[in-house]
């Protein structure tokens, strides 16, 4: 199952707002970077509110020698300003792009000249020819806005025939909805790398909050745990830290070709995590 790629780690940031929290993104990517990393990627605001700050994190982590993939998400955009986007990456030397639909921003109307994340990818194949290591989401669980889990499925297939190298999946805590998926996916034909996305846990009102807006599904014995611990901060991590590490490694001896991690720029949760598969490997 996905044995024949081999088994890399990138972890996901997203563009600091503040300048203490800059000054913490060098600390965390200073960090992370020590592991080797395939790669760094790093989010893109709904409608593209933080394009310029996406760009700018994008090019420094890029500069110090690790790849770095931005996020680029196609609803509220128009062909011309992703163009113009993919030149300045280009003329950056950043050749990895994680392709999404992305979320219309609250009041705006109109999604744009794409709906869908395959056309973004269609486009940038057009555009760019195979200059870029595309990625895309992939959602074991199936998006929350599906109208069911075989038209999540279609859709996901249509990002992958317009180019995609390699899928990321939204974060999960059932082992099996992942291994269900590669099985769907190499019963159709699609063999690229499809890599687990990770969330580390390590308070359980975020990531609740977080669960309920992407759809990612907490076990009810997962969640009635967590709750038992109350606001015992130090208990929720080491339970985190436990299940989190036991599902990756399990991951990692099923086949899956990597972790990427979705650190909310810490570093401390993740490498605690990667340290715990290091001791068992």
């Known amino acids: ?10 972890f996901e940031f997203y563009p600091p707002k503040t300048e203490e929290g800059a000054a913490n993104l060098q600390v965390v990517h200073s960090k992370l970077a020590a592991l080797n ?19 700018d994190t994008v090019v420094d982590i890029q500069t110090k020698g690790i790849a770095a993939a931005p996020h680029l998400s196609c609803v509220a955009s128009t062909k ?3 163009r113009a986007i993919l030149q300045n990456y280009r003329q950056h030397g950043i050749a ?24 973004l990818v269609e486009f940038i194949r057009l555009e760019t020819g195979d200059y870029f290591d595309i990625h895309v989401a992939a959602y074991p669980e199936v ?33 099996e909805a992942y291994f269900y998926f590669v099985d769907l996916c190499e019963k159709n034909g699609i063999t690229i790398p499809i890599v687990p996305g990770i969330m580390p846990i390590t308070q359980y009102s975020q990531l ?25 901060r130090e ?22 070709p990597g972790l990427h991690f979705y650190t909310m720029n810490q570093s401390a949760p993740t490498l605690a995590i990667l340290e715990r598969l290091q001791t068992k490997a």
């Not at 990627?41 to 593209?48: K, L, N």
């Not at 599906?146 to 999946?169: L, M, Y």
């Not at 208990?235 to 899956?256: K, P, T, Y």
């Open 208 to 232: 609740f909050r977080f669960s309920e807006m992407c759809g990612a599904d907490i076990p009810r014995w997962m969640r009635k745990r967590l709750e038992s611990f109350g606001d015992d």
């Open 235 to 256: 208990a929720i991590q080491e339970f985190g830290l436990e299940l989190v590490s036991n599902l990756c490694q399990r991951l990692l001896d099923g086949g899956a």
């Open 96 to 119: 990895k792009i994680v392709a999404l639909r992305g979320d219309l921003p609250s009041g705006m109307m109109s999604a744009g000249e794409f709906r869908y994340a395959n056309e």
């Open 80 to 82: 011309e300003n992703i």
């Open 37 to 55: 990393p395939d790669f760094f990627s790093v989010t893109f605001g709904a409608g593209g509110s933080t394009r310029d700050k996406t760009f």
């Open 1 to 10: 199952m996905q044995s024949e790629h081999p088994q890399l780690f990138s």
């Open 143 to 175: 998006h929350p806005q599906a109208k069911d889990a075989q038209e999540d499925f279609k859709n996901f297939k249509r990002k992958v025939a317009a180019g995609a190298n390699a899928a990321i999946t939204q974060y999960f805590y059932n082992a």
